[in-house]
């Protein structure tokens, strides 16, 4: 599933930085629970009112960015848990050859009731969700982009790598550790669609988005 992005990690472009998801049983609160029940599927209701798994790959394919950047999102969900890599292309708009850089977040999540959140005009059941994130990392496959990095001593090293995974948790570069999500899926197209809260929407009263961003949704691979 496509995770919201909030921008903060800049190279020459922004990075994109991982902010939120997590995922509702039968949408009656609840969580990844135990040790033993990590990896166990969970569901959310569907479009369709009926119970749908989320474990899987889900992905955006590709999105241009501006005129001649380009990204790509895959979310892998096991039960409780998840990781997320984003490639951006900085002269491309079709995500062709070698991505320009890569970030991987990965963490777990609980997960929360169910509510009725917008989207384009029209309510829908959606997610309540809470994200924990415990890993963050960025590795560059652009010689220019480590110079500048590195010239700049971004996310506080001057010590960047080509084709070398950094770990960036806890750095000046980092998302926070926690937030809220919301989640909501249309299986009643084939592929599933993914979507999640709209960052630049209004939040409800508990802090949970109140909007579906319907610009990024992403399709089970």
């Not at 969700?129 to 560059?140: A, N, P, R, V």
């Not at 926690?178 to 009643?188: A, F, G, P, Q, S």
Request: glycine share 12%.
């Amino acid at each position: 599933m496509k995770i919201r992005i909030q921008k903060r990690f800049v190279i020459m472009l922004a990075i994109g930085l991982l902010s939120v998801f997590a995922l509702s049983c039968g949408g009656g609160g609840g969580g990844g629970g135990g040790d033993d029940d990590d990896d166990q599927p969970l569901t959310i209701t569907g479009e369709s009112g009926n119970q749908v798994n989320l474990n899987g790959d889900w992905d955006t394919g590709c999105l241009v960015m501006d005129v001649g950047e380009s990204e790509r999102w895959v979310t892998t969900i096991s039960g409780s848990n998840f990781s997320q890599e984003e490639d951006e292309w900085l002269d491309s708009e079709t995500c062709n050859g070698t991505s320009d850089l890569t970030v991987v977040v990965s963490g777990n999540f609980v997960l929360g009731n169910e509510v009725i959140a917008d989207l384009n005009g029209g309510d829908v059941t959606a997610t309540e969700m809470d994200l924990e994130i415990t890993s963050f990392e960025g590795t560059i496959h652009n010689q220019d982009v480590v110079d500048e990095l590195n010239a700049d001593v971004e996310c506080g090293f001057n010590d960047w790598a080509l084709n070398t995974p950094k770990e960036l948790f806890g750095t000046p570069c980092s998302p926070d550790a926690n937030d809220k999500e919301v989640l909501y899926i249309d299986d009643m197209v084939d592929p599933d669609v993914l979507y999640t809260g709209d960052e630049d929407g209004p939040d409800d009263i508990n802090g949970y988005p109140a909007e579906i961003g319907s610009d990024e949704p992403q399709e089970r691979l």
